[in-house]
């Protein structure tokens, strides 16, 4: 990895430019909280970095901010449950995002899956990494300080999805020692899991915040 780079834990100092970085590297087809609006996810982040039951760690390269991993205890949808009140403003400001389908379908999946699922697993529910930050390798370097952080903290099992053309980030996560998971498989995504795991991955240049 090159110089100039660290990843410490995410402050709510970090939520504006966090925002900023998941409208560079998202779209409403590749991250369906795009069509919530910049207000709803200004305050996701602003959960996930203050919320004991949720952490982000974040890349910066020399000094600018490229890459994120928010990850929270429980299943993806906890978000919305978490954050009612921004989620109703954001439907009530566009009402039409109640008439897409993948956002049903997505939402009502997830928590029909996850329900079958035993445990209280971590799930790292949005991994943003721009284009230099994926020059610069820290996709990799982020899931490993992601994992460093749940052990911290006592989360053993750790359970995610990715799309399934995604063919790097498949091999990315195989190397970090996740199975693919067919439990929560669904809707052009594959569950990925890691199991309890004697301890986190050497390498990352995480810090404490």
């Known amino acids: 990895m090159s110089s100039g780079i660290e990843i410490p834990r995410g402050r709510l100092d970090d939520v504006e430019g966090l925002v900023d970085l998941h409208y560079r590297v998202f779209d409403e087809r590749t991250h369906l909280t795009m069509l919530f609006g910049r207000g709803f996810l200004h305050a996701a982040y602003r959960w996930y970095s203050d919320s004991p039951e949720a952490f982000t760690v974040v890349a910066t390269v020399k000094g600018r901010l490229e890459g994120a991993c928010a990850v929270n205890q429980g299943s993806y949808y906890m978000v919305f449950t978490k954050n009612k009140e921004a989620l109703v403003r954001a439907i009530l400001s566009k009402p039409s995002v109640l008439l897409s389908r993948a956002v049903w379908r997505r939402l009502s999946t997830l928590r029909l899956r996850y329900a079958s699922t035993a445990g209280n697993p971590a799930y790292p529910a949005y991994l943003a990494v721009s284009a230099a930050g994926r020059e610069a390798g820290i996709g990799k370097e982020l899931i ?7 052990r911290r903290r006592g989360w053993v099992d750790i359970m995610t999805a990715t799309h399934r053309d995604n063919v790097p980030a498949r091999f990315m996560y195989k190397i970090l020692g996740f199975e693919e998971f067919a439990a929560i498989s669904h809707d052009g995504l594959v569950g990925i899991r890691l199991r309890s795991a ?9 810090s404490p915040s």
């Open 198 to 206: 004697p301890a986190a991955p050497t390498g990352t240049r995480s």
């Open 144 to 150: 490993i300080a992601a994992i460093a952080e749940c």
